[in-house]
T-cell receptor, first 114, second 113 residues
Framework: AQSVTQLGSHVSVSEGALVLLRCNYS??????LFWYVQYPNQGLQLLLK??????LVKGINGFEAEFKKSETSFHLTKPSAHMSDAAEYFC????????????FGTGTQLKVEL | DGGITQSPKYLFRKEGQNVTLSCEQN?????MYWYRQDPGQGLRLIYY???????QKGDIAEGYSVSREKKESFPLTVTSAQKNPTAFYLC????????????FGQGTRLTVV
């Protein structure tokens, strides 16, 4: 069964610093991978996704992620953090069986400090 | 604007009562989903539906029921059999293709007292 592991439930960075949120997946078949962002008491918004093709994926708000099959990783990065990036971030993998059932990681809460 | 609408945003119920959470989408998506979110546990799949009048259990279906009488609507009932119903509930929809993203509603926070 597909699964994802997010290392670090809380990450704190200074404004302007590099953001790195880690995600490793476990899948017996080539996965479709997603990063979502959630602001307090709101739904999830897609940041970016990897399906096929280019392994470096660019998303909204300056985020990007690189699919590394050899490391089974899909880490999310942003060169320079902004205060508005403070939120919870979820990595997810599509499950087999049709449709878009997702298996989510446990989330990483990003704090951005002045 | 196309999207998913969940209502109400906040819901309070007494223990032992059934409660129904509404989810409507106008994205013309075939698939719809219900997830439960608890702190530190991510999102867990409760039920999903890929076509009208058909739905399947997810990972934590016990104590919940759903219906899919219309393509646009996928209401979730939290029954009195659900032992710990207080949580944040998220509805989502998507096309059937596995490589497309799911779109989420704004969620309903259910508190059972």
């Amino acid at each position: 069964a597909q699964s994802v592991t997010q290392l670090g439930s809380h990450v704190s960075v200074s404004e302007g610093a590099l953001v790195l949120l880690r995600c490793n997946y476990s899948s017996s078949v080539p996965p479709y991978l997603f990063w979502y962002v959630q602001y307090p008491n709101q739904g999830l918004q897609l940041l970016l996704k990897y399906t096929t093709g280019a392994t470096l994926v660019k998303g909204i708000n300056g985020f990007e992620a690189e699919f590394k099959k050899s490391e089974t990783s899909f880490h999310l990065t942003k060169p320079s953090a902004h205060m508005s990036d403070a939120a919870e971030y979820f990595c997810a993998v599509t499950r087999t069986g049709g449709g878009n059932k997702l298996t989510f990681g446990t989330g990483t809460q990003l704090k951005v400090e002045l | 604007d196309g999207g998913i609408t969940q209502s109400p945003k906040y819901l309070f119920r007494k223990e032992g009562q059934n409660v129904t959470l509404s989810c409507e989408q106008n994205l013309n998506h075939d698939a719809m989903y219900w997830y439960r979110q608890d702190p530190g546990q991510g999102l867990r799949l409760i039920y999903y539906s890929q076509i009208v009048n058909d739905f399947q259990k997810g990972d934590i279906a016990e104590g919940y029921s759903v219906s899919r009488e219309k393509k646009e609507s996928f209401p979730l009932t939290v029954t009195s059999a659900q032992k710990n119903p207080t949580a944040f509930y998220l509805c989502a929809s998507s096309k059937m293709n596995m490589n497309t993203e799911a779109f989420f509603g704004q969620g309903t926070r259910l508190t059972v007292v």
